[in-house]
Every structure is written in structure tokens, then in C-alpha cells.
């Protein structure tokens, strides 16, 4: 079944793993050129993970404003346009050279030097833009009482926010390291798959919960309709019976005994009353929504009805059966 949350955090599983790719091939580049187009891939998946991830963010947190995802994503595909269109991308307008850092490991990585592209201002616009979204959606999450979620989104946006901004440090060249995106991209994902995780093993538990419940829902009313089958049986069917029986004999009797003939028609007016009653109560019985339809009055005068009538088929089947034997 198509969810999605869960495609929307899954295309930004696979948009991370594609910008560690690309910033794995960055650092090892030596020819400016080459370096160039795997910066720009680079970038460019960065933008689309960011635009994946706000998606995520917004369904995540039932914050969906549709007009502003789309005005926050027209910003980075103007930024993956500049970067594809530019000669050496969004982020410098000149690469001079390339030089070589080592890091505390001893790992050499490449790093540019150049001059910074003016049009950097529009990617800066959008990471502030989709920061200040998200965490003003969690915000929200977090105001409508889902709070342990919001805090768990907050802390994963917090580190991937921070990671982020220490790279836009390094590229404005306040100091030479290796770019921590990758790794605040990574925190990201691996909290809230563990979130991801849990929410599903609870959904799954209240499928199962509601699974049982529906099955002992199913028990009971297989049980309560043969509770009705027997008191139809045991009740009805009998009085029934009984009826047939003196109906049949009453013309013979009559013939030999009007006055006992007479006492049978009474007899049997009493029984087929006290059937109806029990029959009124049985369908009350299969159909409780009626209660709810029907007055107070009705209903206890329909209840008063009934139990009249069980006393009088009951008296009638234990005091009845010799009259009826003698009779016929």
C-alpha cells in the first residue's frame, strides 16, 4: 500500500546515499574540471535532498501547506538551475586551483580555491527559508501534543541544520576541513528511521490489538446468536407447537364438549399472545439499534408487554399441558 511518508523519507534515504557518493568522488578529484562536475552533482543532490526532506518534514508533522512547499521548493530548483547552468557552479564564480588538506587521520582530501559566485545568495535564501519551515512545523507538532515526536524531529533537524551551516563556513573559506553535511545528512536519516521504525512496530501492535478485538466481537455476537436460536427454540417454538396441537384437536373437542372447547380457545388466545410478546422481545434483542429510536414510554410499555407475556406462556405451559391432554 502506497504511503507517502514512508516514500518521501525513502527518496531521501537514496538522495543522501547518492550526495555521499558524489562528495566521496569530489575529494578525490586532483584535475579542476573533474572537480567541478562532481561539486555540481554534489550540490545538486544536496538540493534535492533538501527539497525531499522539507516533503518529509511537512507529512511527518501533518503540516502541510501546499503553496508554501511549492514556493520553498521553487527556491532550491532555481539554485540546482544556477548550479547546472553556471560554468563552475552555484558556489564559486572561478576555481583558480585545487590544493591538498590533510586530515587529523593523515587523509588528504581536495579543496578549491576560487572566487565566490554572487549567486550563492540564492541557495543561502533557501536553506534559511527551509530551516526556519521546518522547525516551525515541529513547533506545531509539538503544540497539537505529539511532543516526544517533535523533540525526536527537532534534535535530527538540529544536527543536520548545524553540519550544514559549518559547511557554508568552509566554503567561505574561514577555515580548511572536511565538509560534516554528509554526516548531519546521515544523523538525520539514521534518528528518524529509528522513529520510522517504532511508529510502525506501534501501528502494527494496534493492527493486532484490533485484529483480537474484532475476533472476540465476532465470538460474541456467534454466541449471542445462539443464545436467540435457544430462547427462539426452547420459547417460541414450543408455544408454537402447543398452538398447532389444541388448534388441530378444538373441532373434535367442540363436538363432544363445547364448554372445554371454549376453555381451549381461551387458552390458545393466551398462548399466541404470549409467542408474540416473546417474539417482540427477540427481535428487540437482534436489533438494539431500535432502542434508540423508539420514546421512553414505548419502550417500557413494550417491555411491561413482554414480561406479561412470558409469565402468562410460562403459566400456560405449566398448568396447561393436562387441560390440553384432557381436552384433546
Not at 502541510?64 to 521548493?73: E, G, I, Q, T, Y
Request: a positive charge.
Amino acid at each position: 500500500m502506497y504511503d507517502p511518508l514512508h516514500f518521501w523519507f525513502g527518496l531521501t534515504c537514496l538522495l543522501c546515499a547518492s550526495y555521499i557518493l558524489a562528495l566521496i568522488a569530489k575529494y578525490k578529484v586532483t584535475d579542476v574540471e573533474d572537480y567541478i562536475n562532481a561539486r555540481k552533482l554534489a550540490s545538486s543532490l544536496g538540493f534535492l535532498f533538501t527539497i525531499a526532506c522539507v516533503w518529509f518534514v511537512a507529512l511527518y508533522t501533518k503540516f502541510k501547506s501546499v503553496r508554501l512547499l511549492l514556493a520553498l521548493n521553487s527556491l532550491y530548483i532555481i539554485c540546482i538551475l544556477i548550479n547546472e547552468v553556471s560554468p563552475t557552479g552555484i558556489l564559486y564564480s572561478q576555481i583558480s586551483k585545487l590544493s591538498s588538506i590533510s586530515l587529523p587521520w593523515g587523509e588528504p582530501i581536495t579543496h578549491p580555491e576560487g572566487t565566490l559566485n554572487p549567486l550563492f545568495g540564492f541557495q543561502f535564501l533557501g536553506i534559511i527559508s527551509n530551516v526556519v519551515f521546518a522547525f516551525y512545523a515541529c513547533y506545531r507538532q509539538y503544540q497539537r501534543g505529539e511532543k516526544q515526536a517533535a523533540l525526536i524531529l527537532g534534535l535530527s533537524l538540529a544536527i543536520f541544520v548545524g553540519t550544514i551551516q559549518y559547511d557554508r563556513l568552509m566554503d567561505l573559506g574561514v577555515f580548511k576541513s572536511l565538509y560534516l553535511s554528509e554526516y548531519g545528512f546521515l544523523s538525520f536519516v539514521v534518528i528518524m528511521s529509528l522513529r520510522l521504525v517504532k511508529d510502525l512496530m506501534q501501528a502494527v501492535k494496534l493492527r493486532e490489538q484490533l485484529i483480537e478485538s474484532e475476533r472476540l466481537r465476532e465470538i460474541a455476537v456467534e454466541l449471542e446468536r445462539n443464545r436467540l436460536a435457544r430462547d427462539l427454540h426452547d420459547s417460541v417454538s414450543q408455544t408454537l407447537f402447543t398452538v398447532a396441537t389444541i388448534a388441530e384437536a378444538l373441532p373434535r373437542v367442540w363436538k363432544r364438549n363445547p364448554e372445554t372447547a371454549q376453555e381451549g380457545l381461551e387458552e390458545l388466545a393466551q398462548l399466541t399472545q404470549g409467542a408474540l410478546a416473546e417474539m417482540r422481545n427477540l427481535l428487540v434483542e437482534l436489533r438494539p439499534n431500535g432502542l434508540v429510536e423508539k420514546p421512553l414510554g414505548e419502550l417500557l410499555q413494550q417491555l411491561t408487554k413482554g414480561i406479561q407475556g412470558r409469565a402468562t406462556f410460562t403459566g400456560n405451559n405449566n398448568s396447561g399441558r393436562g387441560r390440553r391432554s384432557l381436552s384433546v
